[in-house]
């Protein structure tokens, strides 16, 4: 059962890596990401108009580009999986923020850009998952840890 479970977790781990590898580099290349706008507008917003939009761009495309690239090679995952839950849950800030882009004129009628944000619920999710996982595999560790230095403690 551990090998599956270690399975799930390298295949949810390595696809929420190449999502974000694939989002990230698109950023990099002028009008190719249908987000853009989006990223740009919530960006000036989030940063009260202080950083200019191209360099907040150009960073959220180098963030997400390493949150990919880390999570895939399985470099620091309680860092990045951290980094990645952190960085979703301000994906979903032009919900407060820009509502007319993602709800356009309806109020339950979901625009593409709005699409676009809430299938971030599924990698939440999933990176929610992640975590617990690392959580319950450390405790595993640490509890054995203890009990074998308890055996070595009654051998001696």
């Known amino acids: 059962m551990k090998r599956l479970e270690k ?3 390298n295949i949810l781990r390595i696809s929420i ?19 853009e706008d989006l990223a740009t507008d919530t960006i ?4 009260l108009g ?16 390493l949150i990919g690239i880390f999570l895939i090679a399985n470099w620091k995952p309680r ?6 839950i952190v960085h979703i ?21 979901f625009t593409l850009a709005g699409q676009y944000i809430f299938k971030n619920i599924i990698i939440l999710s999933a990176l929610i998952s992640l975590k617990i ?11 054995l ?3 074998s230095n308890k055996l070595v403690a009654i051998k001696n």
């Open 7 to 9: 399975l799930k977790t």
């Open 17 to 35: 890596g190449v999502v974000y590898l694939i989002f990230g580099f698109i950023k990099f290349i002028p009008h190719l990401s249908p987000a």
């Open 44 to 47: 000036s917003i989030l940063t």
């Open 50 to 65: 202080i950083l200019p939009s191209q360099i907040g761009l150009v960073s959220l495309a180098i963030g997400e580009t």
């Open 79 to 84: 860092l990045f999986i951290g980094i990645a």
């Open 89 to 109: 849950l301000f994906t979903f800030s032009p919900i407060f923020l820009l509502p007319e882009e993602i709800f356009g004129k309806g109020e339950l009628v």
């Open 133 to 143: 996982d690392l959580d319950i595999n450390l405790r595993r560790k640490a509890t």
């Open 145 to 147: 840890a203890s009990s």
